[in-house]
């Protein structure tokens, strides 16, 4: 169960409106998108898993799930907004360690997965002593978004510490992630219906279920 201030959504401004989103945090987020296209760029090609799209396909899967929920344009605003970087650490590495034929041992996700603190920190550095509750909400997403409901995440943050913004980034990330054909996929199925299929089966210990089955009927109706 999340607590009243794990269950809060982003509503205390509006991204479309508010001076400092429109005017510093919109053209940062612009940059990086681009940064990340251009990192992206020196990549082997053939690469399947593309960051700068991911990125996009995750902040409109977020924004759309959270409509379905009936939470509102203000809240789908934020969230798409504070999702789009949320992967902005992963430019801090050489570009090939993403591309691999071969699955990536324990260690080598392990390294990877510290994408998450590598680029909170950097979005917290660029933006110093700014305070603003859309910092907080991409810092927080930025951070927390390969973490687990059952504490088995990177850094072992418990469910119970998971906000409501951050249990839906992280089923949403890891969706998107297992939904593109990569070499060790060994011919997987990566259709929409067999990937929330597999969530269920194989990962429903690591995600928020409610929000899970919530995903699931929206990303599952757009399908047929």
Known sequence: MMNADTQRW???FDFRKDLLCQTRFKPYILKQLDLLAAYDAKRPA????????????VAQDVKNTCLYLNLGETVAENMYWAVLIHDIGKMQFPPEIWDSDEKPSDNIKAYRRTHTEKGAKQFEKDFGDTDHPFKRLAAEIMRLHHEQMDGKGPNGTPGTALSAPVRLAAIVEAYDGW???????????TSPPAVIQRIRTE???MFDLELLESFAEMKLSLYK
């Open 179 to 189: 939904s593109i054909p990569r070499p060790h996929f060994d011919g997987r199925d």
């Open 10 to 12: 982003p509503d205390s």
């Open 46 to 57: 053939g690469s399947t898993y593309i960051f700068h799209e991911h990125a996009r396909r």
């Open 203 to 205: 990962k429903a210990h």
